[in-house]
């Protein structure tokens, strides 16, 4: 078999499983496993107006090396239980649930008792087609329940943010690269119908056989990989690992030098969709400034843009204005992750958290000066351009004057957003009079955190659940912010900041971004108000 490209799909009415499912409004279906097995799912739920008789579980993948992943799903089916109206539970089993072999007839039983709902398990995906069992369908776990009674009343979870494999898919960009995603097929449907931008074609999907999570994906793997890179289209092959070859151990050396016999350079992401896309990118960029430090000139003129994705920036378009600034002050403008990075950095442009590790790696190992506010608005462009200046070591042309602020406003603004957006954003409103700023961001792990908390200039809420962001949600008059969170937070004024981290492909269009022309418009209602 010949792996095939993973191509954007635009998909917005089709029959499922789980479809089927929800249509009985006394029902719950719980998800488990990685980030990338649910996203998708939360994304059908949202569309057809089930979000609350959906529930995502996120097991670490310590668990299932471990074998306490059982007892989180136990914990997420009791939990779902018990949302007033629900009379059935429906586990949607990952492919780590059929691989790993928890006892299901036992969960069926006893959770059943236990909690008084009908408990049931679904096989679903290319393991449970592969298992050699024949499994229930959507239509028999139906037909077997008793007559529907009532309706989940539930509020939703928070949308699961986009994996970090797909983060590093939508990072990693250099013109002659492919990027290899080995995948059993649902996490390619997850990728294709929400986190692939349109126009990519050097995405590909390596799928394995049925015995080859068995005995190991390697020989599938490198023979694939192989014979990808004998078509001598592609420089460069980028290895992107999903939950379950991650889960096995998989080994990528024999992958690797499959293409490296073709002439091809060969290199292997540890993605594993169990961190988000802020973590995946993040780590991508400090590998690859590591890696390219080695052959680095000396410092030239070279600005380096660190932290820039379309899914966790937006539109190029938005950088178009800043790079030829940096152009005119004789700056060679790179973009980490597009452009070759052949000299060691005369700055670093922050534009995003995805940076922050490489940006501050660079700063300790190389002494490279760091700039990370954004030209957003007057204000905020004035202070980008005399940092930018500072940074170089020229003199700030001071080209726009500072908007001074009329009367104080008593507005309780809440900022939702990457903290270096937040910051621009913030420095814009407070130009304006605005004085009652706060800022937060939602973290999927403590991995993410720790990068928000290491970006963030002042203090900013890092928010894993919507228990955590409620009160400041709650206090706030307006907050600017994606539209996802409104089902799960409650009606609000909001100014939208849509981010593909939640949103996917449809948040970063022409004019998406913070200083993208869509928020700007958005932005000036508010401060005209």
Known sequence: MRMQPIVAEDIKDFDTSLDRLWAR?????????????????????????????????????EDYVLGTAEEAIRDAVRDAARLPGTRAVVIYLSCLDILTR???????????????????????????????????????ILAALPPEEGAVTASAQLPPPMSDTAGVADFLREEGSAHVLVTPSGCRNALARMDLMPGRSDIYALIPQAEDYIFGMEETAAAETGALAAEGAYRMVHLLSSPVPAFMAMETTPVLQAAEEHGCRACASPTDDFHDAVYGAAEAALRLVQEAADGWREAGRTALILGYSPLLFGDMAQLDAPIDFLTAYGCNVCIAGRDALTERPALVWLVSVAGVSAAEWLHRECGVPVVRSLPLGDAGRTAWRAEIAAALGLPSEGTFAEQTAGDMRADKILIIADPIAAVAIAYLLRSYGFCNIHSAAYAWGEETAVLYRQAADTD???????????????????????????????????????????????????????LGADFTSLLQALLKQ
């Open 25 to 61: 409004r006394d029902l719950v279906v719980v998800a488990a496993g990685a980030l990338i097995c649910f996203r998708s799912i939360y994304r059908r739920a949202r569309q057809i107006g089930a979000l609350g008789q959906f529930r995502y579980a996120a097991v670490r993948a």
């Open 102 to 140: 928890p006892d299901f007839s036992d969960i069926e039983r006893t959770l059943s008792a236990e909690t008084g709902c009908i408990v049931r398990c679904f096989f679903r995906g290319p393991l449970a087609k592969a298992d050699g069992i024949r499994h229930e369908t959507a239509e028999e």
């Open 460 to 514: 900013v809420l890092v928010f894993r659940t919507a228990a955590d962001l409620q009160s400041a949600w709650n206090a706030a008059d307006a907050v600017i912010a994606d539209p996802a969170l409104l089902p799960v937070m409650g009606e609000k004024r909001i100014v939208p900041l849509p981010s593909g981290l939640l949103s996917g492909r449809d948040a970063a269009g022409e004019g998406s971004g913070v």
